[in-house]
């Protein structure tokens, strides 16, 4: 009989043992869509959506900072190339990597291609637009830069300004959706010729 109580006893300690020794489950990154192109621009549209690019893409001409939107502090502006105005150009701040985590949470982020918005005669904003008006936008050569789909694709697949976004540093979020799985989306919609919702 004592036995049995003991096993009794024990069976919750293995049970925890046992739980305690098995490997996390890995997280699964969603598959990219195939077939759907709109649901494959969805998947865009929510990358296009994360603070890592609505920082840089908003409404107006001060960009925006943190994983909540606010307005750059240091009265921060566009300019005329994106790249700030004279004397509080984005570079005064922002180095060409990031800096190391021990530097805290609140130091600017770097990146190699030198951090930038768009022109403000071109300014390619993502921030308040509808699902169809942003994929207009997107693909339109008059409005995102003079850019044809390959070419817009290549930015955002290739500009470490873009890669930057899954790779921000600390304290930030980076783009919930994994890279490969936005540039397979990316692709999948403009190869069924990018159609707008």
């Not at 955002?156 to 899954?166: A, E, M, N, Q």
């Amino acid at each position: 009989m004592h036995r049995v109580i003991h096993f009794f006893l024990l069976l919750p300690a293995l049970a925890l043992a046992a739980c305690a020794a098995a490997p996390p489950p890995s997280p699964q990154a969603p598959a990219a869509p195939e077939g759907d192109p709109l649901a494959a621009f969805e998947t865009v549209r929510t990358v296009l959506l994360h603070p890592r690019c609505l920082n840089c893409h908003p409404a107006g001409d001060v960009p925006m900072q943190g994983d909540k939107g606010a307005l750059h502090t240091q009265g921060v502006v566009r300019g005329a190339e994106g790249s700030g105005v004279a004397g509080l150009e984005c570079t005064s701040c922002h180095g060409r990597a990031n800096l190391p985590d021990s530097y805290g949470p609140s130091q600017p982020p770097g990146v190699s291609s030198e951090w930038r918005m768009p022109r403000s005669d071109m300014k390619l904003v993502f921030a308040g637009l509808t699902p169809r008006a942003l994929c207009q936008q997107l693909k339109d050569p008059a409005r995102n830069g003079g850019k044809d789909l390959a070419a817009l694709f290549a930015h955002v697949d290739r500009d470490p300004l873009v890669l930057w976004g899954w790779k921000p540093g600390t304290g930030r979020a980076p783009v919930s959706v994994p890279h490969d799985v936005f540039a397979a989306a990316f692709t999948a919609w403009s190869q069924k010729g990018a159609p707008c919702p």
